[in-house]
């Protein structure tokens, strides 16, 4: 017997772009996302869906969102109403494509890590996760 259900993990917490390697210095940071602002799309969450089932599984969860789409929700910070807004987009997005399960962690201490930068709003004197600077 095999498996018959997976979790998906959307997330790349890794630098390298189309190869990624593992973070090297994992207490900088997890790496940089590219990911702000871009929503999961019904489509492609579709399109995955048909090549997990292709190989005879079941979606059953996705495990977290990106740090670029919830960053300022956790640090009350200015892009925190649009990104509550995002958030429901991709939720229903996630509804409609028929996976039932959201795994999420908006956590201070696994996603931002302990790196003090100059970016995060003045209350706040911590963080590892970087918006792209692009």
């Known amino acids: 017997m095999g498996a018959t ?14 190869n990624p390697t593992l973070t090297q210095n994992y207490l900088g940071g997890w790496g940089v996302t590219r990911n702000e602002g871009k ?5 492609d969450l ?5 090549q997990i ?8 969860a996705i495990e ?3 740090p670029a789409h919830w960053y300022a929700i956790l640090l009350d910070g200015p892009k925190k109403l649009q990104q509550l807004e995002d958030l429901k987009i991709m ?3 996630i509804g409609k494509a028929g996976i039932r399960i959201m ?9 931002l890590g302990l790196d003090a930068r100059s970016h995060w709003p003045e209350h706040c004197q911590f963080g590892g ?5 692009n």
């Open 103 to 111: 795994g999420y962690y908006f956590s201070l201490a696994g996603d």
């Open 39 to 43: 929503l999961w799309q019904l489509d």
């Open 129 to 133: 996760f970087r918006p792209s600077e």
């Open 53 to 60: 089932e292709s190989h005879g599984l079941t979606w059953a």
């Open 5 to 18: 259900h997976i979790v998906v993990q959307l997330v790349d917490y890794v630098k390298g772009g189309d």
């Open 91 to 93: 939720l229903r997005n």
């Open 64 to 66: 977290n969102f990106d």
């Open 46 to 50: 579709l399109a995955l869906k048909k």
